[in-house]
């Protein structure tokens, strides 16, 4: 099935340029030229990614993310920015991005990007699809996860991170091994990102409930025990 597309990008050349490239590696593109008219296209088509400029004329990037998590959106996001440095990356990703490319970018390191997040894995054991330690419980297959009997809503990618925690419990995890396994590519983003998504984690599936599952190992990384 061909995956379907939206660039948020009010630059109408650079828009373009992502719009022919991604539809010569066969996926289908939908353009907006601003926030509320990507909402929208987000709203009336099956969309299985999001490429977003940061800036952008009335709402900019980052707001726009956080309503597209608001209205319960799981979807991988993929910003763009001119702003590279750690401080504005770490904003894109609290407002629910999932990864960013600095502009000027190489347009095959954004499809490199896009494939990584949109793959899926097709050969999981039946067994394998339900993932409980304790109270926890994550669904591979329905994208949900429960602690307690209570629903907790994870993006994209805080849901790959807890998955792969869970595949590997009791094994400590480097930052780079995480890195290179839930964003399933070698991403020039700092190990500082792995310690920011872990932290998310921690405020949804460990912050109101006991025990506290994820274990900091200092030097090392972290780990679920169970």
């Known amino acids: 099935m061909v995956k379907q597309i939206l660039v948020i990008e009010d630059e109408h050349n650079v828009a373009s340029f992502i719009k022919q490239g991604l539809s010569e590696a066969d996926y289908e593109v939908f353009l907006a030229y601003e926030g509320e008219q990507g909402i ?9 990614l999001v490429v977003l400029d940061i800036i952008l004329p009335g709402m900019d990037g980052r707001a726009v993310a956080q309503i597209i998590r608001e209205l319960g959106y799981k ?11 750690t401080e504005n990356v770490v ?22 990007r896009i494939r990584a997040l949109t793959r899926r ?6 067994e394998n699809r339900k993932l409980v330690l304790f109270d926890l419980e994550l669904d591979t297959d329905a994208k949900v996860v429960k602690r307690a009997g209570n629903e907790i809503n994870l ?11 869970l595949k590997n419990k009791n094994r400590v995890l480097g930052r780079i091994d995480i890195l ?12 500082n990102v792995v310690d920011v998504y872990v932290n998310y984690l921690r405020n949804k599936i460990d912050k109101n409930y006991d025990p506290k599952l994820i274990e900091t190992v200092i030097g090392m990384g972290y780990v679920i025990r169970g």
Do not use: H
């Open 40 to 48: 929208e296209l987000l709203r009336q088509k099956e969309i299985d």
């Open 75 to 85: 979807l991988p996001i993929i910003m763009l920015t001119a702003l590279g440095t």
């Open 91 to 112: 904003k894109g990703l609290d407002c629910g991005a999932d990864d960013y490319l600095i502009k000027p970018f190489k347009f095959k390191e954004l499809l490199a």
């Open 121 to 126: 894995n097709g050969s999981a054991l039946a």
């Open 155 to 165: 993006t994209f990618t805080e849901f790959r991170l807890l998955e792969f925690l």
């Open 180 to 191: 290179e396994n839930v964003w399933d590519i070698n991403f020039n983003m700092g190990t």
